[in-house]
């Protein structure tokens, strides 16, 4: 007979890993009831009421909203959608149980009625008059509040890639703003704009146009490379067209044109700004196989043309479609290239 | 004893580690019954969602709602056997449309191929091979649409020849093109911008409408230097505009033409006064002056006695 001491070692032990065993998440199956923890420690773990790997069931407390719930059991506020999502609602009344997805949305953005697509929008000037590569503030103003007011969620080239490799889900309606070439409208016209949006935004640089009259300084990149929302990323050296061998030039300096023009601006922004490039504009939105080499060969894991249409998960990286926005667009042309699902049915 | 107690508080902790600490003081749940309307609306609307996916054919959100109904409701067999259910049709239907998407691949349809991968991915999103496919067939499409972009890469003669018939003219994409090189142009990298525009000129030498468009960002850069004294460089910019398009304008050629006639007579009036305190100097403008204007007699004739005073010394 044991010990009484060893006894209640035993009990405690067993206690201990019935307890524990209940703690642990076991991958589900269809079959076996869920792990129950919720029931049994309901009282002793708040408003968590039943979980697995993917789902997490909780009481909505009063005022919750799905950001403030996304804040609480996602540790982010902005994945507030994911709930919003998953549950077909965006509020809730004290009591109600609400599905967390933990792991958020497949991020491939597929489903039986068709695609999400990502439309990449590129701008170049901005001020008066008004010309078809010439945005007036007004009009930038009034189509940033459009995205806005209208559920629009405009994301960051980075999270972009993120969504091209798979790993993170976007929200319905994402849009990229990116703004060619480095005016000084950008700083001066676009810039306080998006940062009254907090719209993120990614400046495609020729290095070449620094230091001319409407050219932006790099000071004033710096500034705008700092405040979080916008990046910079090279957009060639000279603008000459990479797709376009000249009359003049042997294959071997084609080669090194392009080479050129893919490296010398990478290593100035990463010099005078101290960030990574990552996506290249091609100049004229032309590109061939000898470019997008180069691009691989630099480092750079995105290529923007300018063929307009929306991005699906599955766009090829180095040929990622973006509609320019004309200056002489209106609103309703404006809200036309916004193309953010494919309703090509995949049933 | 000691070993009891000693026990628990390591319990404790354990537990305390394996519970989940909640980010701000959380109010008790309520234990999930059947009576419970709030489960019960909960269970209502997920069993709903997995209804609608189901029936649309987004069986991996089906599933997924079915899953969550399993949470709140454990102890209902007939969930349980909707959700088994669904990960089977995800199975069988990602299964029969994988082997069609990649018999259409080997066929060469790649419209048909891509609807059925689409349809493997829809109810299988973690499909790698389906995605793979997709991925694949964007490329290939992606690569045809900068086709006529990527024969542009051979030379300039080439797209002289392409440029001489119809097909470029009028183009969006010329459009594009054309102005993106006149902004570069407008905005002050006049190098970068004059160098892209004359390639455009060389390679368009038959689309009158853009070179009428750059001759005339070309003069009009030529008259804001003019209007601020930058003469010199805007009678360049006015000579350039003028070969640009390629064809007379009686106004810019009138205006060129005046400005060479200005520059003459003020590099005449600057050989005036260098004639006293610097010979060799006083030569150079007029040499000046007679190449902006070669007409100017009195510029020749001033250079011409010069030289012979020069000579003669």
């Not at chain 2, 199975?91 to 059925?116: I, P």
């Not at chain 2, 102005?179 to 892209?196: C, H, K, P, S």
């Not at chain 2, 040499?287 to 001033?302: H, K």
């Amino acid at each position: 007979m044991m010990p009484l001491a060893d006894r209640d070692v035993f009990r405690v032990v067993v206690v201990l890993a019935l307890a524990l065993q209940g703690c642990a998440s076991a991958p589900p199956e269809p079959d076996a009831h869920p792990p129950a923890l919720a029931v049994a420690h309901a009282a002793s773990r708040g408003p968590v009421v039943a979980q697995d790997d993917d789902l997490q069931i909780v009481v909505a407390q009063p005022g919750d909203d799905a950001s403030a719930l996304a804040a609480r059991h996602l540790g982010d506020p902005g994945k507030g959608w994911w709930i919003t999502q998953f549950n077909g609602v965006d509020k809730f009344t004290a009591g109600e149980r609400v599905v967390i997805p933990r792991k958020g949305p497949h991020p491939l953005g597929i489903g039986a009625q068709g695609y999400q697509t990502v439309p990449i929008l590129s701008y170049h000037r901005f001020g008066s008059p008004k010309r078809r590569l010439s945005v007036t503030g007004a009009d930038f103003e009034a189509q940033m509040e459009f995205l806005d007011r209208n559920g629009y969620r405009v994301i960051s080239l980075a999270q972009f890639s993120a969504f091209l490799e798979g790993r993170e889900a976007l929200p319905p309606k994402s849009v990229v703003i990116t703004i060619d070439d480095g005016y000084k409208s950008t700083y001066e016209i676009a810039y306080p704009v998006l940062r009254k949006y907090g719209f993120p935004a990614t400046v495609f640089l020729y290095s070449d146009f620094v230091g001319a009259a409407d050219a932006m300084t790099w000071p004033q990149m710096q500034e705008m490379v700092r405040s979080g929302l916008i990046d910079i990323q090279p957009h060639s050296k000279t603008h000459s067209n990479l797709a376009l061998r000249f009359a003049n030039e042997t294959p071997a300096q084609y080669r090194e044109r392009v080479r050129l023009e893919v490296e010398r601006p990478s290593a100035l922004i990463s010099e005078r700004l101290g960030t990574k490039p990552v996506v290249y504009a091609y100049p004229y939105g032309d590109v061939n196989e000898a470019v997008v080499e180069q691009l691989q060969k630099t480092g750079l894991r995105l290529g923007v043309t300018v063929s307009p249409g929306g991005n699906p998960v599955f766009a090829y990286p180095f040929m990622l479609r973006r509609t320019m926005v004309f200056g002489t667009d209106d609103m309703e042309t404006f809200k036309s290239r916004l193309i953010t699902f494919n309703r090509t049915p995949a049933r | 004893m000691r070993v009891r107690y000693a026990l628990l508080p390591a319990c404790a902790l354990l537990l305390a580690a394996c519970a989940e600490t909640p980010q701000r003081p959380l109010a008790p749940a309520p234990a999930p019954s059947a009576a419970d309307p709030a489960q019960s609306r909960s269970i209502a609307r997920h069993k709903a969602l997995a209804d609608q996916y189901g029936k649309s054919g987004d069986l991996a959100k089906a599933a997924v709602h079915w899953q969550a109904v399993v949470l709140l409701e454990p102890d209902n067999a007939a969930n349980r056997a909707a959700l088994a259910e669904t990960r089977i049709a995800i199975s069988r239907v990602a299964n029969e449309q994988l082997a069609a998407g990649m018999a259409a691949m080997r066929a060469g349809d790649t419209d048909r191929a891509t609807s059925a991968m689409l349809k493997v991915l829809a109810a299988d999103p973690g499909n790698a091979e389906a995605a793979r496919v997709l991925r694949e067939i964007e490329k290939q499409r992606a690569g045809r649409t900068q086709a006529a972009m990527a024969a542009r890469a051979r030379t300039e003669t080439t797209m002289l020849a392409a440029a001489s018939g119809s097909a470029r003219n009028g183009d969006a994409r010329e459009a594009y093109e054309l102005e993106q090189r006149i902004e570069m142009f407008r905005a002050g990298d006049t190098n970068g911008g004059l160098r892209e525009l004359t390639r455009f000129v060389d390679a368009n030498p038959t689309d009158k409408a853009a070179r009428a468009q750059i001759g005339s960002a070309v003069y009009e850069r030529g008259r804001d230097l003019e209007a601020s004294g930058a003469r010199e460089e805007a009678l360049q910019f006015y000579d350039q505009a003028i070969a640009l398009r390629g064809e007379k304008v009686a106004e810019w050629t009138s205006r060129a033409n005046a400005l060479r006639r200005y520059l003459g007579n003020e590099y005449y009036e600057k050989g005036l006064k260098s004639w006293t305190t610097d010979r060799m100097l006083a030569i150079r403008q007029w040499e000046a002056s007679l190449r902006f204007d070669p007409a100017n007699a009195r510029a020749a004739a001033r250079l011409a006695e010069a030289r012979r005073l020069l000579g003669n010394r």
